[in-house]
Structure formats: C-alpha cells, structure tokens
C-alpha cells in the first residue's frame, strides 16, 4: 500500500523551482530592462526636458522675430542696430572702441 502512494504522488518541487525562475526573470526583466519601470522614468526625464528646451526655442524665435519687425519697420531700432553692430555714429559723434583685456598678460610662467 504504501509503496502504491509513493508511485502516485508526483514530484512538483523540480517544476516550481523553474516556474518561480520564470516569474522572477520576467519581473526584473520588467522593472531593469530597457523598456522596464527604470527605462520609463529615465524617458520620461528626457521628455520633460526635451520640452523645456522646445519652450526655451519657442521663447527665443518669438523673441527674434519681434526683432526682425522692429528693423523692417522701426527707426529707431535700424538705429540702434547700426550704432551697436556696424559701431556707426552721427555726424559729430566720435566713438572709442576699447581693446580685450589680454589674459595671457596675468598668467606667469614657473621654470
């Protein structure tokens, strides 16, 4: 008799230890993997700070192209333009442009 029980039970420890491997590999592969919980965060991350920096560009070409109008349109913007860029000047004006500071000038040399 008992010899019959042990031939009817089946050994499913071998078959769980597998199952549970399975399950445990999926759920890191998951949560590491490339597209896992980290994965997302880590895009996500880039997401935010790729629209940043589209509102940063946004921000500067409207920036840009009120400029653009002002020197179609503004005289005194064309003006100011000349005056900053082209260091032009008004009859009578004199306009003294200083030289760079020299920064070789304060390092020294050791031997």
Not at 11 to 22: A, F, G
């Amino acid at each position: 008799m008992k010899r019959a029980r042990s031939l009817g039970k089946k050994n499913y420890q071998p078959l769980l230890l597998v199952c549970l491997l399975l399950v445990a590999l999926l759920v890191m592969h998951e949560v590491f993997g490339q597209h896992g919980w980290f994965g997302m965060q880590r895009e996500r991350r880039r997401l935010e700070a790729l629209e940043q920096e589209i509102q940063r560009l946004q921000q500067e070409n409207e920036a840009l192209q009120s400029e653009i109008n002002a020197l179609k349109s503004d005289p005194k913007a064309i003006e100011r333009a000349a005056r900053e860029q082209m260091h032009m000047a008004r009859p009578g004006e004199v306009i003294l442009t200083l030289p760079a500071k020299d920064h070789t000038a304060n390092l020294t040399t050791t031997k």
